[in-house]
């Protein structure tokens, strides 16, 4: 999954987009298949909404491809309370947003698109990284002595 490192960098991203974006009632961001990378939703069981968010996400995919429009980029829902904007982040991550009914939904979108980008760049570096193997380490040939790394003393 995401590295600790990398879910703090996520976090601070989703705190900093509610702080900007005050009609903000929560933000989470989830891998494609409904795991949790970061949550900020207070009040809001987090687990369930990112399962949520992957089951809608399979089917607006569908829906983009049978449709011809392309990759998935967005989805936007509308309840009677508020809405829910589910964003692309990179090729592996998605950025949920709940906000209240009076949000300026043109604001919604645009900063939720530029978190969406600055999550999915994060997200798939570390993805990028983890799925890369080690390098192998250097095998001592049999019979030769290890390297001395100090210099003797000669006094």
């Known amino acids: 999954m995401v590295p600790e490192a990398e879910v703090q960098d996520v976090l601070d991203e989703l705190q900093r987009l509610r702080a900007r974006v005050p009609l ?3 933000a989470l961001a989830a891998s494609t298949d409904g795991l949790i990378v970061a949550q900020d939703t207070p009040g809001i069981e987090a687990e369930g909404v990112a399962a949520l968010t992957a089951a809608a996400l399979g089917v607006s995919i569908r829906m983009t491809d049978a449709t011809g429009r392309g990759g998935f980029r967005e989805l936007l829902i509308r309840g009677e309370s508020g809405y829910i904007a589910t964003y692309a982040a ?4 998605v950025l949920t947003l709940l906000a209240e009914d009076r949000i300026n939904v043109g604001r919604l979108h645009l900063e ?6 600055r999550i999915g760049e994060v997200v798939d570096a570390a993805q990028e990284h983890t799925d890369r193997p080690a390098p192998p380490a250097r095998a001592q040939q049999a019979g030769s002595l290890p390297r001395r790394t100090t210099t003797p003393d000669l006094t």
């Open 24 to 26: 903000l009632t929560g």
């Open 90 to 93: 990179g090729s592996s991550a």
């Open 112 to 117: 939720g698109r530029r978190a969406g980008a």
